[in-house]
Structures are given as structure tokens and as C-alpha cells.
């Protein structure tokens, strides 16, 4: 018998060829005793293997393999808890030592390090160098040292071996069978060359003697090694995995103890923060119903005991509120009324019903649900304020491990390959996702491949078996852990890229398998935006609104909504969205709640839109089945649409424990990696048939519960988005220009450019004014002084080319005193050439020098930097120069700030298109559906969403309005040019009218781009 105690997996970055799981799996398939995995330098991997081990029933052991600067090399396996830990530290010290992804580990870290662990010396070939090493480590280490012996059919294993030998009794140290694992199978080493070549920057044939000379490491057969090793070093491997005892479920989190104040408990500084919640919320009055939720939940919170993690979030947000940080709370737990109470949320829980214990209750044993999300801008401020109340010690941010697509992967092989960089991108475009259903040889030899060629065949299949791989650790958008001792005894933890920033190795899945407490810390662009709005309307109108105190349930604002007047809108603003929102046709907050989720993969791939829109038009029957089905679905019309309701169905309908229902949570989550619900359809089937359901019912469950795998919706996230999309619908309504200011002055975010945002306020009736050096500041402004016709001035901030600290410069030399002329500008502001060049451009200098080409002119006779003599200015002539078209002044706009105020550059090839028979988007508007039609626009959006089958929704605007475009993959294929690369496309196709909603269906695709000269307008391309 055998077990492996050196095993590397694709964890070892670049260096090991499988995954956990697939060494789990395949050394308990040999009939291995144990296997230890041991990444380099690294646990990043090892709560995957432990999964797996626990479903194998294969003891597993949890180690490292450790190379110090000198050349010693060891293998540190945890044998108790006190090791483990002992471990995760001194992992933490070298990465922490180094930059991301890499560490440096000195052998006078070693000393004292590792108590309870046990250690395998891999000697160094040279004999001087392993003498020195040997005797230090038996100098170090009194105990528990044994030496590695890996017979790799080099050649050399004889010598070797006996090499080993004399340094095991030299140094007294017995000698082990290990095998220096790297794949799972023989069959992974052209994979394991291509990696090499990939790390070390240079083509497989290059790499010489870097590649393993054969694929002997790989977990082989016990009757293999029996005839590689004697029975001595494999029983001694047996040995040392019976002193490993060591197991991740002996890991447990306890939470941070400084959040309660001396003389309280937990449970009773949450109940005192609770309480003065609620008379915050309702001064005069708790209702009834308040009162009921609050001691229910309290009493959930306690018998679980998890009122340190309430109070953690609660510590967060206070400090946020302190410096006037905007935040809001989601997640299953944030939508309670504790979390009302405690000012997590602003969602009032009498303006919804939802079960407290759907994702709190006694079958989970681990932390509740809530995310909190901060202003982007400043989420940073919060990230530091985590790491100097607890320290680094004690919190650092969750991984997110970065693994290998289909694109970087056929990039990266294609190189280890020896593929030039143009044949590379030239094949990435032609296997791009919208061709997938297409023959690859004919995609192949389409792009001037041969499909027939070895070296392509290689490269395509090396690229397959590289996708997910994992490529390296980047830290969580926000995914906070903390401790209440140090955090690196239960994980490692090492520096991220981001300055003042470090982040543990393992990532939100590892966490919650393990159940560790995470907590996270997002940015959220709106969120800048409100807070950013609400300063400027409360500066303009002496009021003292808040986010919380929207005015609620607005006509106007629903009015708006179903127009799909929704541009700059959170979350409802997409094309998606805009379409969707005349059909379901929102009146209410729980219409803008269902408005949210229901533009999901998972809905429409579980096909429960249409149904959905049919029962709410009354084009089709509800039909509940029985009560306890409309219980679970009255809200949602007998549809399913949100998460919680498949768990409350399994659980009522088919018989499941709250238990396994949140284990069906969790398969929904991981159905789109493993492809299958694990084993749950059976099960679900057979308890709906034996609670006498009808079969089509449960299928189409099933098929729905499949959709949820694909992105699937919680009504507790939908819920506080629900909210934000309605704040920002109201502060749109009611303050256009200071709304679109704010979004101008958060930038980048949202789902549409600076420029549709400023014609859509336009079309508001905002005037909106230039970018002026004598008026601009840094951001957008706002002018007048009617608190209710805001004008907005456009800002610095957006000049192309223009640096913060010369704006910034530029503003405060004007407060001063303001320029006089040009010269003035240069001698005070003393911006340099660049700054200058790009305020002339555009066009923000036509107070002082004129229009663009007078005001480059000027310029060019200036010497920035050189003394000028104030209040001399010399004298000159006004050149005789051209006054800019009306088409070079918008192609220049475009150009340098990225929008016009000037006319649409669309308005200008009017009588061309005309000619053509092109309608505007205005005359689109009355012509019947199923008309044959032509129409030309600036391409402003490409979407292809993963649920459309490959179909992509593309957006044109001219000056009249916007129109949406379908094109099927057939047309996209077919007029591939025009397809990716148009600015200005002219589509054939047929209009189709649905609800309200209009749509062209392209049946050819032209492009006109070569009319705009040289305007130059990027569309924006999502996924």
C-alpha cells in the first residue's frame, strides 16, 4: 500500500497539470491509503481536494512544498491543527515577502516555524550543497525529517537512490517514497509541456531540458511502485499519512469580539441597537406587525448565534454613515427588518413579504447573506478602515482565482506553440462564441488555416483542455474576512496587486464550504451618483433629502418608468430592460421588483417571461394547482421567478428538507460548471409525482430550476435593487440636470456614454452648455437660478488628453482672478503643451482665442514655460484662417470629449439617406410592423447575450431617436465586416411590432462609415 505525500496540482500555478479534484479522485481510484497536496508555497487549492476527498472517503493531507532562496527544498505536511496552522503563518511571512504571486522564503524563517508538521527533504543534486543542507536541518529539526525518494525513470535513479541512502545515514534520517507528482495521468504531459512554455515566455521547442523528460510524473499504480520502490519506503509513506491526522473540518471561525462594548453581550448590544432602530424608523408608534418580525428574528438570530455577524455589517455601515458614505444593504439577511432597524438597508419590510428563514435557519450552519455596497469612489475608505481596526493580520480580502477562456487560452497556447501574434488573433476572431454552431474546419479554412495541419489540431485541443485552469489569484470585487485571533492560521494570506491591499487563497466558494465568516465590501457606481445628486438638489432647493426619504409609490416616476424612459437608470436601463418594461407595464414597487429579476438568464432560460407577461396581460389563465403552490407563487402569478421560490417549492411540493433544498440552492449555483443538479431531478420528480403533481408540471419545474443555474435571481437582491432603480427613476424625473451631472461626474459606469446621457437629458429639456475654460470646473456644474431648470455645464473632466492636476490648476488660478486672454491663461495656469493642445481641441477656449483653429494658432506662437512679461502682451495680427465646418467641428468634438452639442453627425447625410429611402428613427415610429424598411444610425450598443443564442442586439441612433436592431447569427455571418466593425450602418430588414415595443429584424448589414470622414464614434459591446 501507498501513500502520496508529493503532489502538485494546477494550484501550482502554470507548473501542475490537474486539478484537485482530479488527483482526489484518481489516487482513490488506485487504491491509494492517502495523498497529500502540496502546491508550492500554496493552499490555495486544497479545500477543492478536501471536497472531493470527503465525497471520495480518501484521507487527505494538507501540505506545501517550500523552496527557499539557497536551493533547500521541503515538503511540510500538517500533522495536527497547531501544524496547520503553523503552516498557513509561515506561507503568509514568504508571500508577504514578495510581490503578487510570488514569495521569497529564507531558511532562517524556517527555524521554529513548523511545529507539528512533517518535513521531506528533497536533497540537492549537488553533493557539497546537500551536505550543507542536511546538516542544517538536522541541527534545525531533531525530529520528524525524512528524505524524499523520487525514481522518475530519468536514467539517473540508481545513482540517485543511492546518493539518498548515504544522506540518510549520515544524518540519521529515514527515507521515504514519494513521487513528485504533477498530472493525474500520463496523458496530461503535452498539456504539462505547454504549460511550461507558457511560463517560462517561450515556445515549447525552446524550452530543452525545462520540459520533464517523461510522464512519469503522474499518480501511477500500486504495482507499478511496488516494482520502482522497496517495501520500506512504501510503508514508511503509510507511516507518516497515519501521523497526519489533520482535516479542514476541524477549522472553526470564531468572529471578531471588539464590535460589542464592555457590559453587553452580543445579543444584547443588538437588541439595544435594534431598539433604537425602531424608534428612529417610527417615532411615534412600533406597528404591531414590526414588532411581531423584529422578536421573531432576534430570537432566529440568537438561537443561531449570530448576532457578531449583524454587528460587524451594523460597524461597517456606521462608519460609513460617520463620513458621509453612501450605502445600501442586500442579500437574503439585509432585506429584514433587524437590518431596517439597524440602517443596513433602507427597504421598509412592510412594502414586502418575505420569509426571514429562507436563507437563516437552523439547517445552515453558517453566516447569513448580506453584501453591502458603498459608493465606488470611496468603498476604499472602508476597505482601509476593516484593515486598521482589525489588522492584517487578522483580515484580508477573499481570492477570486482567475481561470483560463477560451480566447486567452488559445492565445497563450498559441504562442507555446510558436504561432505568431497575427495568426493568433486572426484565429481568435474567426473562433469567436457567435460562430460556435458553425463546422471548425470550414470556420478554419475560411481564415486561411489548414484544418488538417497537426499543429492546429494541437493548438485547438491543448486550448480545450486548458480552459479552466486556474491562471492566477486576483482578489474579490469586495469579499472581506475577519478574524478573532489571526486570520493566517486558518488561511494564507499575501499581497494583492493594488497598493495597501492582501488577500487570502481562498476564494467565496472556499469560504462557504468551510463556513468562514466573509463579509462583503462592494463599490457601486450609482450609489456615487445619488449621493452626488442629493447634494446638488438639497444645495439648490435648501431641502435635506435623503435616499431613505424618496418620496415613495410617485405617478410621475411610474408614468416615466412605462414609457421606458429609463437612460442612466439603475439596472432598468439596459435594451433588455427597455423593451421589457412597456410589456409588463410597472406601477408599483413590487412591479419594479419582478421588473428587475425577470430580465435574467435564469428566467428566460427556464421560460418563465412569456408566461409571466401572458398572465399579467390576462391573455392567459393563473392556474395555481392547489394552495399550497399559491401560497408560494400568488406574488409572481403561479411562475416561479425567483430563487427562493424553487427552494419553497422543493420543500412543499416535493418533499425536500430545508436541508436539501439549500444543497438544490447550492447545485443551482454550480449547475452551469457541472452540468447536471446532482442527482436532484430524480428526487424532484418522484416527490412531485408522489404528491400527485401532473408530470408536464414537474418538468417544466425542473427545466425552470436549470434556468436558475444560469443566473438565477434571489427576490432578496431584487428587492434592494428594486430600490436604487427607483430612487435614481425618481431623481430623474425630478432632477434631470443635477441627475446627469452626477452620472457625467462618475464616470466610467452604466450601461450607456457621456454622450447619450447628455442627449437624453437634452431631450428633457436640460440646456446644457460647452466646456469653457472661463466657466468650467473639474466636474459638470450646475447654472441658473431656478432651483427647478437647472443648466448644466459640461466639465473639464471631460477634455481628451487633459490632466486632473492641470484642470484642477487651471480652476484655482481663475477664482483668483479671471484670465484675461490666452497669454494670461498660459503665464498663470502654467499648464503644459499637452493640457494646452487638449483644451483646443475642444473647443474650450473659444472665449479667448476664438474657434478651434484660431485658438491651435495661438498656441503655437506661445512658449510654454518661458517667463513672459505680465501685462506686456505683444501685439499680433489675426490670421486670415477658415472658421471649422460644421462637420470638422463635430468630428473634433467627438474626438476630444466624446459627444457634441452640435447637430446629430446623422442630421448632416439626411438628404443622402433620403435619396436612399432611409427612414429616420421618428418615421420608424408610424410605419406598421411586418413592413419591409431601411434605416441607417451610429451604432451605439453591440449585445450578445449568453441566453440569446448567439443573436446580438445592436443599437443605432440617429437624430431623430434610437432603434433596436436583432441579428440573427445567419446575417451576422453572413456581413461579418459590417457586423463587427460598422460606426454607421444601414440595415435591410423587417420592422416587428410587440406590445409597444419595436424592433428592426436585420436582413442585410451595409456599411456606411466612409460618409462620416473622419468622426470616429465606439460603439459600446457587451456580453
Not at 523528460?213 to 520502490?229: D, F, G, T
Not at 519506503?233 to 476541524?250: G, K, P, Q
Not at 502682451?873 to 489675426?878: D, N, S
Amino acid at each position: 500500500m501507498y501513500a502520496e505525500l508529493h503532489a502538485r496540482s494546477n494550484f501550482s500555478f502554470l507548473s501542475g497539470a490537474s486539478h484537485p479534484r482530479e488527483l482526489v479522485a484518481r489516487a482513490t481510484a488506485l487504491g491509494y491509503r492517502a495523498m497529500a497536496l502540496t502546491d508550492e508555497c500554496s493552499l490555495a487549492g486544497v479545500v477543492r481536494a478536501h471536497d472531493e476527498a470527503r465525497k471520495q472517503g480518501l484521507h487527505l493531507i494538507i501540505g506545501s512544498e517550500l523552496r527557499c532562496v539557497s536551493g533547500l527544498t521541503l515538503i511540510a505536511l500538517a500533522r495536527t491543527r497547531h501544524g496547520y496552522g503553523a503552516l498557513s503563518r509561515l506561507i503568509t511571512c514568504a508571500r508577504r515577502a514578495a510581490g503578487k504571486g510570488s514569495y521569497r522564503l529564507d531558511e532562517s524563517m524556517l527555524v521554529g516555524a513548523l511545529p507539528e508538521c512533517s518535513l521531506i527533504w528533497l536533497p540537492a543534486e549537488d553533493p557539497e550543497a546537500a551536505r550543507l543542507q542536511g546538516a542544517w536541518l538536522r541541527q534545525t529539526f531533531e525530529t520528524h525529517v525524512w528524505i524524499g525518494v523520487e525514481r522518475l525513470c530519468t536514467g539517473r535513479d540508481t545513482v540517485r537512490r543511492h546518493t539518498l541512502r548515504q544522506l540518510s545515514r549520515r544524518f540519521a534520517m529515514p527515507c521515504v517514497a514519494c513521487g513528485g507528482v504533477l498530472m493525474h495521468v500520463p496523458e496530461r504531459k503535452p498539456l504539462h509541456d505547454v504549460l511550461t512554455a507558457i511560463r517560462l515566455i517561450k515556445p515549447v521547442q525552446e524550452c530543452g531540458y525545462a520540459l520533464e523528460a517523461s510522464a512519469e510524473r503522474h499518480l501511477r499504480s500500486i504495482s507499478r511502485l511496488q516494482k520502482l520502490y522497496p517495501p520500506d519506503l512504501l510503508a514508511e509513506s503509510i507511516r507518516i499519512a497515519e501521523e497526519c491526522t489533520f482535516s479542514l473540518d476541524e477549522l472553526r471561525y470564531e468572529y471578531p469580539r471588539e464590535i460589542v462594548p464592555e457590559g453587553h453581550t452580543p445579543t444584547t448590544w443588538l437588541r439595544e441597537l435594534t431598539e433604537q432602530g425602531l424608534r428612529e424608523r417610527w417615532p411615534r408608534q412600533v406597528p404591531g406587525k414590526v414588532r411581531g418580525l423584529v422578536e421573531h428574528e432576534l430570537a432566529v438570530i440568537a438561537g443561531l448565534r449570530y448576532e457578531p455577524f449583524f454587528l460587524t455589517v451594523y460597524d461597517l455601515v456606521r462608519e460609513a454613515r460617520e463620513r458621509n458614505i453612501l450605502c445600501q444593504g442586500r442579500g437574503s439577511a439585509a432585506n429584514s427588518t433587524v437590518c431596517f432597524c439597524l440602517g443596513i438597508t433602507a427597504v421598509d419590510p412592510s412594502r414586502q413579504e418575505m420569509l426571514f428563514e429562507r436563507f437563516i435557519s437552523r439547517e445552515r450552519l453558517e453566516p447569513p447573506d448580506i453584501d453591502v455596497d458603498f459608493e465606488h469612489e470611496r468603498r476604499e475608505e472602508i476597505i482601509q478602515y476593516m484593515y486598521e481596526k482589525y489588522g492584517r493580520h487578522r483580515a484580508g480580502l477573499a481570492a477570486t482565482v482567475v481561470t483560463y477562456r477560451r480566447r486567452q487560452a488559445l492565445r497563450d497556447v498559441g504562442k507555446a506553440l510558436g504561432f505568431d501574434t497575427t495568426q493568433i488573433e486572426r484565429l481568435i476572431m474567426t473562433l469567436s462564441r457567435r460562430s460556435a454552431r458553425e463546422d471548425v474546419r470550414q470556420q478554419l479554412r475560411a481564415a486561411g488555416f489548414d484544418a488538417d495541419s497537426p499543429l492546429v489540431r494541437r493548438l485547438l485541443l491543448f486550448a480545450q483542455e486548458l480552459c479552466g485552469f486556474p491562471r492566477h489569484l486576483s482578489q474579490h470585487v469586495g469579499g472581506f474576512v475577519i478574524a478573532a485571533e489571526r486570520l493566517d492560521s486558518l488561511v494564507p494570506i499575501e499581497n494583492a496587486g493594488m497598493a495597501n491591499r492582501t488577500v487570502i487563497q481562498w476564494d467565496k466558494d472556499d469560504l462557504e464550504s468551510l463556513g468562514l465568516l466573509k463579509v462583503d465590501v462592494l463599490g457601486l457606481g450609482i450609489l456615487t451618483a445619488i449621493r452626488k445628486t442629493l447634494t446638488a438638489y438639497n444645495a439648490r432647493r435648501g431641502t435635506r433629502l435623503t435616499f431613505s426619504a424618496i418620496p415613495a409609490e410617485d405617478p410621475a416616476t411610474y408614468e416615466m418608468i412605462r414609457q421606458a424612459d429609463t437612460i442612466g437608470v439603475f439596472q432598468i436601463e439596459s435594451r433588455a430592460q427597455i423593451s421589457m418594461l412597456p410589456r409588463l407595464k410597472p406601477r408599483c414597487f413590487y412591479d419594479l421588483v419582478i421588473e428587475v429579476a425577470i430580465v435574467r438568464p435564469g428566467p428566460i432560460q427556464g421560460d418563465m417571461v412569456h408566461p409571466y407577461l401572458r398572465r399579467r396581460a390576462g391573455l392567459e389563465p393563473v392556474d395555481y394547482l392547489n394552495e399550497t403552490i399559491r401560497g408560494v407563487l400568488e406574488r409572481t402569478l403561479g411562475v416561479p421567478i425567483f430563487q427562493e421560490q424553487v427552494m419553497r417549492l422543493a420543500v412543499l411540493a416535493a418533499g425536500f428538507t430545508p436541508g436539501e433544498a439549500d444543497q438544490l440552492r447550492r447545485a443551482m449555483a454550480a449547475w452551469k460548471r457541472s452540468g447536471d443538479l446532482g442527482g436532484f431531478r430524480r428526487k424532484l420528480l418522484e416527490g412531485l409525482r408522489e404528491r400527485g403533481y401532473p408530470r408536464e408540471f414537474a418538468e417544466r419545474l425542473y427545466r425552470q430550476i436549470q434556468g436558475f443555474g444560469d443566473y438565477g435571481f434571489p427576490e432578496s437582491h431584487a428587492v434592494s435593487f428594486a430600490l436604487i432603480a427607483y430612487a435614481t427613476s425618481w431623481l430623474k424625473r425630478h432632477a434631470p440636470a443635477e441627475y446627469t451631472a452626477a452620472l457625467l461626474n462618475s464616470q466610467p459606469m452604466g450601461f450607456y456614454s457621456p454622450a447619450r446621457l447628455v442627449r437624453d437629458a437634452r431631450s428633457h429639456g436640460v440646456c446644457v452648455h460647452p466646456v469653457d475654460v472661463m466657466l468650467s470646473d473639474w466636474d459638470c456644474t450646475l447654472e441658473g437660478s431656478d432651483p427647478d431648470a437647472a443648466e448644466l455645464r459640461l466639465g473639464l473632466r471631460l477634455v481628451e488628453g487633459l490632466s486632473r492636476r492641470g484642470a484642477e490648476r487651471l480652476v484655482r488660478t481663475r477664482q483668483i482672478r479671471v484670465f484675461r486672454d490666452l497669454q494670461d491663461l498660459v503665464l498663470r495656469a502654467q499648464l503644459n503643451r499637452a493640457d494646452l493642445e487638449s483644451l483646443a481641441a475642444a473647443d474650450a477656449l473659444v472665449t479667448l482665442a476664438g474657434s478651434r483653429h484660431h485658438a491651435s494658432w495661438a498656441l503655437a506662437g506661445v512658449d510654454v514655460g518661458l517667463p513672459l512679461i505680465e501685462n506686456a502682451p505683444i501685439p499680433e495680427a489675426t490670421p486670415l484662417l477658415p472658421i471649422p465646418t460644421e462637420g470638422q467641428n463635430i468630428a473634433a468634438d467627438y474626438r476630444s470629449l466624446g459627444l457634441t452639442l452640435r447637430r446629430h453627425p446623422v442630421a448632416l447625410l439626411r438628404d443622402r439617406l433620403l435619396e436612399r429611402g432611409v427612414l429616420s428613427a421618428e418615421q420608424l415610429t408610424t410605419t406598421p410592423g411586418g413592413h419591409p424598411v431601411r434605416h441607417a444610425g451610429i451604432v451605439t450598443v453591440r449585445q450578445s447575450p449568453a441566453t440569446a443564442n448567439d443573436t446580438t442586439f445592436m443599437t443605432l441612433e440617429d437624430e431623430t431617436g434610437e432603434v433596436n436592431v436583432i441579428v440573427w447569427p445567419s446575417i451576422a455571418r453572413k456581413y461579418r465586416t459590417a457586423f463587427l466593425s460598422a460606426q454607421l450602418l444601414e440595415v435591410h430588414g423587417e420592422l416587428q411590432r410587440d406590445g409597444g415595443v419595436m424592433h428592426l429584424i436585420a436582413g442585410s448589414l451595409h456599411d456606411r462609415s466612409r460618409w462620416l470622414g473622419r468622426l470616429r464614434i465606439k460603439s459600446r459591446d457587451f456580453r
